[in-house]
C-alpha cells in the first residue's frame, strides 16, 4: 500500500487528515505533519524524512503539500530523487479521500497522476452547476 504523507502551513496537514477519517474511517500509513516555522530547515526537512519513514511499507510514498513554491512543498521537493516518491501540489480533501481508496494496487507515479486529475475536476463553481441543473 502507498503510504500517504500531507505536509502542510499550519495545522492543515493534521485537520486534513482527521476531516478525511471522519468519511472513510482511520487511514493506515497516512500522517500529517505541519512544519513549525521557527525551526531551522534542516530540521524540518529531517521531519518530513521521518514522517516519510513511518508510511511507507515499501511501496513508496505520495506526498501532498498545499501549495507548489512554499516551504512544505519545497521541503518536499529534495526527495523526488529518492524511488517511490512523487509530490502532488495543491491538495484538496476529494483528492486525499480518492487516493485513500485506490492506493491498494497501483504505483505512486500512476496514483499521483491520478489524484493530481481527480482534485482538479473536483473544483467546482457551484452556480455553474446549479444553472445546469436547472437547464436539465
Same mark, same amino acid.
Given at each position: 500500500? $502507498? !503510504?500517504?504523507?500531507?505536509?502542510?502551513? !499550519? =495545522?492543515l496537514?493534521?485537520?486534513?487528515?482527521?476531516?478525511?477519517?471522519?468519511?472513510v474511517d482511520?487511514? %493506515?500509513?497516512?500522517? !500529517? $505533519?505541519?512544519?513549525?516555522?521557527?525551526?531551522? $530547515?534542516?530540521a524540518?526537512?529531517q521531519?518530513?524524512?521521518k514522517?516519510?519513514?513511518?508510511?511507507?511499507?515499501? %511501496?513508496?510514498?505520495?506526498?501532498?503539500?498545499?501549495?507548489?513554491?512554499?516551504?512544505?512543498?519545497?521541503?518536499?521537493?529534495?526527495?523526488?530523487?529518492?524511488?517511490g516518491?512523487? $509530490?502532488?501540489?495543491?491538495?484538496?480533501?476529494?483528492?486525499?479521500?480518492k487516493?485513500?481508496?485506490? =492506493?491498494?494496487?497501483?504505483?505512486?507515479?500512476?496514483?499521483? =497522476?491520478?489524484?493530481?486529475?481527480?482534485?482538479?475536476?473536483?473544483?467546482?463553481?457551484?452556480?455553474?452547476?446549479?444553472?445546469?441543473?436547472?437547464?436539465?
Amino acid at each position: 500500500m $502507498v !503510504g500517504i504523507l500531507v505536509v502542510t502551513h !499550519g =495545522r492543515l496537514a493534521q485537520e486534513f487528515v482527521a476531516t478525511a477519517e471522519l468519511i472513510v474511517d482511520k487511514m %493506515d500509513n497516512c500522517i !500529517g $505533519v505541519s512544519l513549525d516555522p521557527d525551526l531551522p $530547515v534542516d530540521a524540518l526537512r529531517q521531519q518530513i524524512h521521518k514522517a516519510m519513514d513511518e508510511v511507507d511499507e515499501g %511501496d513508496g510514498v505520495i506526498v501532498l503539500t498545499d501549495m507548489f513554491g512554499g516551504t512544505p512543498s519545497n521541503l518536499s521537493l529534495s526527495f523526488l530523487n529518492q524511488e517511490g516518491v512523487e $509530490v502532488v501540489t495543491g491538495v484538496n480533501l476529494p483528492m486525499l479521500l480518492k487516493l485513500a481508496h485506490s =492506493r491498494q494496487d497501483n504505483t505512486v507515479d500512476a496514483l499521483a =497522476r491520478s489524484i493530481k486529475e481527480y482534485g482538479r475536476r473536483s473544483i467546482s463553481l457551484a452556480s455553474e452547476i446549479l444553472d445546469q441543473e436547472v437547464v436539465e
